[in-house]
């Protein structure tokens, strides 16, 4: 037979258990279905951290919530683009840019973003525009210029490019010395065929 101290113990016990379960659904209901109380920022924030964890899947859902909550969230159009640019999936990377800036036109990121993009595509011309505005926006962008020097020498404008590399250089970047040499290379190469051209006349 139980003893009346054990009794009372179990009672308790039994007591702080509801006491538990009530507390739980009360927490349960006021955070609504799963996920919800939860801010845009606070979806934005997981998102981006299972990206930097190489969860994309996870990181694009969470980023997906953060614009359910907040369909102006410039942000997370602008990290789906870059995670989809990173898969390779550059028509949705596009996309997720361009939805972006139409959302927030002055941010700065998406244009960038879409010049190293449209880089990638031998889109030169284009990335220019979108590297340019990104300048207009933040003329300290010193990466911008290093990138806007590479897709000048891919256009064989080798003058302007080596004026954005000293840009570049003036803003702390350190630019890639074989880049620097190739440029070289080419322009002294540029020169002398114009020079040539100019003595057969």
């Known amino acids: 037979m139980l003893n009346k101290g054990f009794g009372k113990m179990m009672r308790y016990v039994l007591y702080m258990f509801k006491i538990s379960s009530i507390l739980a659904l009360l927490i349960a209901f006021a955070a609504g279905p799963s996920g919800a109380g939860l801010s845009a920022e606070d979806y934005y924030n997981t998102g981006i ?54 959302v927030d036109a002055e941010y700065v990121d998406p244009h960038y973003n879409m010049g190293i993009l449209l880089t990638k595509l031998k889109q030169y011309g284009a990335a220019l525009f979108y590297y340019q505005t990104a300048i207009d926006l933040d003329p300290h962008l010193g990466n911008c210029y290093n990138n806007i020097a590479i897709v000048r020498y891919f256009l064989q404008d080798f003058e302007n490019s080596e004026k954005d590399v000293a840009k570049a250089s003036q803003l702390g970047v350190k630019v890639n010395p074989l880049f620097i040499k190739a440029l070289k290379e080419a322009r002294n190469n540029q020169n002398k065929a114009v020079d040539k051209t100019k003595q057969s006349k």
Do not use: H, R, W
């Open 49 to 102: 951290s299972y990206a930097d964890a190489g969860e994309l899947e996870l990181a694009k859902g969470s980023l997906m919530k953060a614009i359910e909550t907040k369909p102006d969230y410039a942000k997370a159009f602008n990290a789906i683009g870059t995670i989809c640019y990173e898969e390779g999936k550059n028509d949705l990377a596009v996309a997720a840019f361009q939805k972006a800036l139409q």
